[in-house]
T-cell receptor
């Protein structure tokens, strides 16, 4: 199994809503990532989890709250978002210790904030 | 900041080789060159990576110059399905992947 599965594929939410994006992998990877991608721009790193602990937060606003409940799952909790947060949210995973550590990406969750 | 420079767009005729250049003049000795691509509305997909030597796999070939300041990704027989944005990334062990703007490759029939 070489897949990273993200749900939902599409999400529309109002600025007062609370929602979550979910990501799952069964490759035994112990590093998991959230990237944000605006239209016609490259992916931008948001968070990195290593061995279920948050290791990198790229100065992301607190309205985005990541969670890694176990080694296979990664969530991104969303609350009080702004319309400019509308984007494609990509989850990725990789081995931690391998020197090359290539990323495996999911298909993304496309978020629209109204 | 991305450590690479790529042309913003390129065209290639279907069935011909697509040669995508990447400049990484400040690359250090322990940094690898990675290539990913992103087909419209999908997640990025790993293609190939290398350190010093040229590399080939079932998808592509990677040619790295002897001084390692530039590289070329070669898709030997481009198809319409190879139309995508191609990202060249320089990264050492333990660093995060930082994506630059990439090259938008259009394969034309």
């Amino acid at each position: 199994d070489t897949e990273v599965t993200q749900t939902p594929k599409h999400l529309v939410m109002g600025m007062t809503n609370k929602k979550s994006l979910k990501c799952e992998q069964h490759m035994g990877h112990r590093a998991m990532y959230w990237y944000k991608q605006k239209a016609k721009k490259p992916p931008e790193l948001m968070f990195v989890y290593s061995y279920e602990k948050l290791s990198i937060n790229e100065s992301v606003p607190s309205r985005f709250s990541p969670e890694c409940p176990n080694s296979s799952l990664l969530n991104l909790h969303l609350h009080a978002l702004q319309p400019e947060d509308s984007a494609l949210y990509l989850c990725a995973s990789s081995q931690v210790s391998a020197e090359t550590g290539e990323l495996f990406f999911g298909e993304g969750s496309r978020l629209t904030v109204l | 900041d991305a450590k690479t420079t790529q042309p913003p767009s390129m065209d290639c005729a279907e069935g011909r080789a697509a040669n995508l250049p990447c400049n990484h003049s400040t690359i250090s000795g322990n940094e690898y060159v990675y290539w990913y691509r992103q087909i419209h509305s999908q997640g990025p997909q790993y293609i190939i990576h290398g350190l010093k030597n040229n590399e080939t796999n079932e998808m592509a070939s990677l040619i790295i110059t002897e001084d390692r300041k530039s590289s070329t990704l070669i898709l030997p027989h481009a198809t319409l399905r190879d139309t995508a944005v191609y990202y060249c990334i320089v990264r050492s062990y333990g660093q995060n992947f930082v994506f630059g703007p990439g090259t938008r490759l259009s394969v034309l029939p």
